[in-house]
Nanobody
């Protein structure tokens, strides 16, 4: 069982930056594709970004492309989400997820097997 623990959320102003971190409990973390989802109040989970197990490919939602960067450090069993130029519409609980799926990077929550507890990001205007 992989455990994921997010950190780095907080309250910021529009235009500010935040970096979220996700620490995984197992070395096998390095075999999994990783992603960040977010959920705003009253809305469904939304795909934000994903990274392959090797870190060689990344994928982003159109709404964050050019502003957010996902990366991973397998030596530290950690995934990061660097968020720049934050907007009020980025306000949500952000979840770190891991997928055992091989050969494809899922873009929906059903494709992910492990989830963290989430970290709140609030962007004021």
């Amino acid at each position: 069982q992989v455990q994921l623990v997010e950190s780095g959320g907080g309250l910021v102003q529009a235009g500010d930056s935040l970096r979220l971190s996700c620490a995984a409990s197992e070395r096998t973390f390095s075999r999994y594709a990783m992603a960040w989802f977010r959920q705003a109040p009253g809305k469904e989970h939304e795909f934000v970004a994903a990274i392959t197990w090797s870190g060689g490919r990344t994928y982003y939602a159109e709404s964050v492309k050019g502003r957010f960067t996902i990366s991973r450090d397998s030596a530290k069993n950690t995934v990061y989400l660097q968020m720049n130029s934050l907007k009020p519409e980025d306000t949500a609980v952000y979840y770190c997820t891991a997928s055992k799926t091989i050969g494809v990077i899922p873009r929906t929550r059903l494709g992910y097997d492990y989830w963290g507890q989430g970290t709140q990001v609030t962007v004021s205007s």
